[in-house]
Structure formats: structure tokens, C-alpha cells
């Protein structure tokens, strides 16, 4: 396989993990980037806000790059973009409401010179040697779209987030019809979802959801009702606003998130929001329990949340009270469910009632599951298949369920972020790795990201010591005791008596008028210092010593 005569598929995020997806692909002097996305810290990164994919690879090749195509609105697929765009400024494609949520976050960044470009699904464009067309799937958001891209080796689809709903809130289907014009077309390359490969059968209906709500606005007519969901699963809304409409209820909006992506949404008629309807939620408070229905982000635990903050009693415009009922209309993304059972827990100590997934039928997925997952294989019948969007052992699954559908282990591979796979039209290996992982946004990027967690968690785990020495300017001679100032850590007052003794014996070692470079005698106090806390407490924090000449 020549490699001039291959398509380089390179695999910069959302591959071995949930979220931060980004693929890159490149043939002789082109490249296109499928969308720029990030995820979230876990308890190991104390301090990080975000994590987005490093893009070294694309900023050293950005004359190559001929755009950035993005398949839906989610933070998972768009909200590195302002961070990329500052290294990278190439054209953005997108639908509709997908660029205006990119563009919200844009202007919050602060970013004026960027262009973005709208497509509708069935539309296509040309970026250099590659065409991509945009295909229409149901997800959770609107003007979610796969890509179909004709390149010189063939053609490659790749699947975006997407789940096939007989009965879609705005009543769009999938578009079946093209997908299975593509297939027998032919298709290259599949990269397809596998976020839920694990879970056997069909995603359930939005429209199961609705059901549920409906029958909890009927169960709670005297009682205020407070929804929380994701901001960005429009077709949520749109289900709990029409609910709200229907039982006589003024809708008020809480969260930043939720107004931004409302605000998006209304402007491209993806919400349809009846005006009377809508109180600000400063405003609610001379409004009946019964007459209201709050709509408020937070359905993951977020510290910041509204709901986190109303659990907490922290959230002025919003007390939660005994005749509060709480639907919790999501699941717990993993890794957040000791949070949100901390929420949970806070609305029940306020006397409210609280209904989340594992009691009522309240959240169904935007992501396809096996049997969905087997119809788009056996539509395009692809010829080499890589699994994406998710943890290894969902790739690994997903590449046993094609198996089962006859796809040769040969024509298959899982890909880790950093990979470079080529193809031709005969064959598919393994290239070269280019740098990749993720950068930490903490305010701003954090270039050395793991150097900075580490120190951090040496700081959570060990503690920190601030040794505080006056020495004379004139004799070299130590002038009073030292100061020991510890954070994060206990020491007893013999072990402080200990440090100081310590440090004024470490620096009479010294002829300090002769040594010119105090660094010499701040390290000699540091090692001084970690080797009696680890003897004394096993511990190995973090020592900074000061000399002050007076």
C-alpha cells in the first residue's frame, strides 16, 4: 500500500473515551477536520475546567486544512472550537442551529475573525479533494447529521451521533432512504457511534418521555413543578414547553446554558416559545405554585448549576420547598453519580419530591443502540469499518457486533488517539502516531497540562511548607527564628520546633557572605526538610524555602 495513494484517517480524540471527538482526514495536500470537541475533568484533575484534543498535529499542517465540518451542537462536538480556531482559522460547516451555538461560544471567547458557513442536510460541499455531503439523523439535538465523504479512495461515512426514531418530535426521521443509496453505492470506510453498543434492542422514543412528563404534570397540579435536563436536548424542551402550554403553566427558564441555547433555538425555529407564556425567574415569585413550571440546567450534578445551587439553598431567585415536585429528566453521564445523588438527597432534605430515571420513564438516549447499530451496517455494507465515539470496550463490542454481521477481522481495527490509519481502496493499516492527547483549559490552555495536575494533586495529597528565613545582609548570620507556614497539612508544634531548629542548622553549613547563589542553600533547607516530614509522617509535600537578607 503506497502511501501517496492513501487516505491518512487520523484519530485526535473521541476514540478510547467518551467525548473530546475530533478526526482528521488527509490526503496528499488536503485536509478536512470532523468536529472539535471536548469533555470534562474527572476527581484526578483538581482545577481543570475543560479538556480539549491537542491540535499540534493540525497547526503544524494548518495550510492543508480546508475546513472543520461539524455534525451537531453538542459540547462533545463543538465546544473546543474557540480554542482551535485561535491556532487554526479555517472555514467552520455546520447546520443551522449547530453554528449558532457555536457561535455563542465563539463571541464569548471573544473571537471576532472566524468564518462560518451553513449547510442543510442533503447539502454538500467541496473542500479540496474531498466532497461531503450531509445527512439528516434523529439525536438529541436538531440538525444532527452524518457526513458522507467521496474521496479518491472511495467513500467514507461517517455515522455523527444518531439513533433511528419512528416518531421524532419535529417529525423529521432519519433519512433512510439516502443512507441505503449510499450503501449500495458503495462505502469504503464506516466510522460509526458506539456509545451504546452495550445495550441490546432499540433506543426508545423521545415521544416515551412525553408520555411520562405529561401523566407528572397531571399528578402534580397543585404543586410547582422544576425540570431539569440537558440545555442542548431541544427536542426535551420543546416537549416539556408544550406540556407547560397545555396545563396552563408560565415556563421560566434558569441557567445560563439553558437561556443561551433557548435563545439559539427560538431564533432558528427549532423552539417554538409562545411569548405570554415565558416569566423571567426573577420574577416568579407572585406566581401560584400550580401556574409555574421552571425549566433549569443541572441534571448532572454540576457544582454550579442552578439545581445544585437550589439543592444547596444557594439559588436567590429559586427556593425549594415542600411543594416542590423535581423531575430529573437525564442520566448520569458516568462518573457523575455520586454528585447527583448528592442533589437528590438536598432536595428530599427541603421536603421536595424528586423523580429521577431509575422511578419513572424520564430520559431516553440520543445514541443508537445494537439493533439500530446492525441496520446502518447492513444499509452501507462498508468495506472497512473502525469503531469511534467511545471507551475501549465499547469499541471492542461494536467491532464484535459488525463481526457478527460478517465483516472480516481483518478489515476492522480500534483506533487510540494518536493513530494515523491509512487506506486504499484494497486495504487498511496502521500508519504513523502524531502528537495528540488533550490540553487542559484552566481559564486559559494549559500547555503543560500534565505538570500542572501533578503538582496540584502533590499539593491536594501532601500539603505544602513555606520555610521563612531573615538572615543579615552584613554578617551572613541567621537574625531570628524562622517562620514554618504549612497548608494542607499537620505537623504537631514539636515537629514545627523540629523545621525551624532544621533550617537554622542547614543554613550554619553554609559560609552564607560566601555563596553568592542562594539557590544552593534553598535546596540544601528543601532536602533537609522532605526527608524529616516523610521520616516523621510519610508524607512528601511540597517545600518552598524564602531567605530574606536584611
Known sequence: MKNKNTLKVRFLGGVGEIGKNMTALEYGKDIIVIDAGLTFPNADMPGIDLLIPDVSY????????????????????????????????????GTKLTLMLAEHKLKEQRLNNYSLNCIKAGGTIKLGCFTVEFIHVNHSIPGSCALAITTPIGLVYHSGDFKIDLTPINGQMIDIPRISAIGKKGVTLLLCESTN????GYTMSEHVVGETLDRLFMDNVRRRIIVATFATNVHRLQQIIDLAVKHKRKIAFSGRSMLNVVEAATKVDEIRLPENMVVDIGKIKNIADKDLCIISTGSQGEPMSALTRMAAGDFNQVQVGSNDTIIISASPIPGNERSIYQVINNLYKKGAEVVYKSIAKIHVSGHACQEELKILHTLLKPKFFIPVHGEYRHLKKHCNLAKSLGMKDGNMLIAEIGDTIEVSQKAMKRGERVQAGARYIDGIAIDDSESVVRDRKHLAEDGFIVAVCC??????EIIQDPDIIIKGGILSDEHVSDLKRLVCSTISDFDVKAVGDKSEIRNAIRKNLRNYVLKKTKKNPMILPVLTEV
Open 58 to 93: 493540525l497547526v503544524q499542517n494548518k495550510e492543508k486544512i480546508r475546513g472543520i465540518v461539524l455534525t451537531h451542537g453538542h459540547e462533545d462536538h463543538i465546544g473546543a472550537l474557540p480554542y482551535v480556531l485561535q491556532d487554526i482559522n479555517v472555514p467552520v460547516y
Open 197 to 200: 453498543v452495550e445495550q441490546e
Open 471 to 476: 538572615i543579615s545582609e552584613d554578617s551572613g
